[in-house]
């Protein structure tokens, strides 16, 4: 192994200063050594990929499809992401500058925030929120200006929206709104998404649509902000939730032209490109797998409703998730609310492994995130071990 030169050790971005560690994934690799443990806590879905997405990947292979893919994306799949967003979110975006496939929905969220973001420009994040936003916004030089949203439900409301703004001053750039929401699971209906489309316009910011999960609501179907405010809206999704492709590392990102040049642009600069087989099983996925997250979105409300029950029996109290696959709930009041304190002590006497809540921002202490993108089994065999872990007290 080399030694480091000593005098190497100092040579690092000073930003990275400002940036924890990824904290969902270090408590999740803090707890994964408890012999037993169940882990709810990543959202990582326990389903295979489909097996018509898999066969296009090896065909892809097999085929010798192994060279450098065009930067944006293979013109055929930003055919298919241009016409999956036609047919869901009625906006027509040209596959030959609007569309640039990602290396998942992460890299989509890195370029935007490395390509149009300056130091000292702020961007709106409301909280409970995916801890990632944070740090790729804080690592562009930016910072992130949170809304705290427990006070009303864990849901952005126009007029918050627009006293934040107000509050904010002209560095706001950006908004980044999540929905359906990680860790909350909440989303907005379309009168909801209307009034803060109205704010948005008025105040030419941009917009950050984060929809990797619109293909998981239980109780209402998806609306998007692209539909409404398309030439100030990026829209950021991906194949990672919706057919289970975490691993194969495909998102992408659609917006006007005159925005999207700078994302390709910095995107080009950092990965060139996405891997040829990933690209292929997401052409398939999006032409002939519309279907496929419709089996996966049953498993996963039977599990959100069987967790509900479970745990509001036990004294959590849980804003009802409309989409997503996590469940935030609130730890009973006689467990305080040092959340980081509760997870890690379920984890050791209970071998239920769920994420501390303060890790997604402001108004989250005192929950945890538990993820149900796990299999039927370990949700049930968790339940009756938080369940007896709860009863003790
Ligand atoms: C809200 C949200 N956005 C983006 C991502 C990243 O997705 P990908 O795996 O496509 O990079 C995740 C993953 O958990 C997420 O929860």
């Not at 190497?8 to 707890?31: C, E, G, K, M, Y």
Request: a negative charge.
């Amino acid at each position: 192994m080399p030694e480091t030169l000593a005098t190497l050790t100092n040579l690092r971005n000073q930003l990275l200063d400002t940036v924890a560690p990824s904290a969902i994934r270090s408590f999740d690799n803090q707890i994964s050594s408890i012999p037993g443990i169940i882990k709810l806590t990543l959202g990582e879905p326990d389903f295979n990929v489909p097996e018509h997405v898999k066969a296009a990947a090896i065909k892809s292979i097999e085929e010798n499809d192994s060279h450098y893919a065009p930067a944006s994306g293979k013109p055929e799949l930003r055919q298919a992401i241009s016409d999956y967003l036609k047919d869901s979110r009625g906006v027509t975006y040209n596959p030959a500058d609007e569309v640039l496939v990602t290396v998942g929905a992460t890299e989509s969220l890195a370029s935007i925030t490395y390509g149009l973001l300056n130091p000292g420009d702020k961007v709106l994040v409301p909280t409970p929120a995916f801890s990632l936003y944070f740090a790729l916004i804080k690592m562009a030089g930016a910072e992130p200006v949170m809304i705290d949203t427990s006070s009303d439900g864990f849901q952005l409301t126009a007029k918050r929206l627009e006293n934040e703004i107000e509050a904010a001053g002209d560095q706001v750039k950006a908004v980044l709104l999540n929905y359906p929401n990680n860790p909350t699971g909440r989303t907005f209906t379309k009168t909801e998404l209307e009034d803060l489309a109205a704010v948005l316009k008025k105040h030419e910011l941009l917009v950050i649509a984060d929809e990797i999960y619109s293909d998981l609501t239980y109780d209402q179907d998806h609306y998007s902000l692209a539909t409404l405010l398309p030439e100030q809206t990026l829209l950021v999704s991906g194949l990672s939730k919706s057919h289970a492709m975490t691993g194969y590392r495909m998102g992408y990102v659609a917006g006007p032209a005159g925005i999207m040049r700078s994302v390709a642009q910095i995107h080009s600069y950092l990965v060139v490109c996405v891997n040829d087989a990933t690209q292929a099983a997401a052409v398939e996925a999006l032409n002939n797998g519309r279907e496929d997250p419709l089996v996966f979105k049953k498993a996963y409300k039977k599990r959100r409703d069987y967790i509900i029950e479970k745990m509001t029996k036990m004294g959590f109290q849980i804003a009802t998730p409309q989409g997503a696959f996590y469940v935030f709930a609130k730890i009973p009041d006689q467990f305080g609310k040092d959340d980081f304190k509760f997870a890690l002590d379920v984890a050791e006497q209970a071998q239920v492994g769920l994420i501390p809540g303060s890790v997604f921002g402001a108004g989250s202490d005192g929950y945890v995130r538990l993820s149900y993108a796990a299999s039927d089994d370990n949700i049930k065999v968790a339940m009756e071990r938080l369940a007896t872990y709860m009863e003790k007290f």
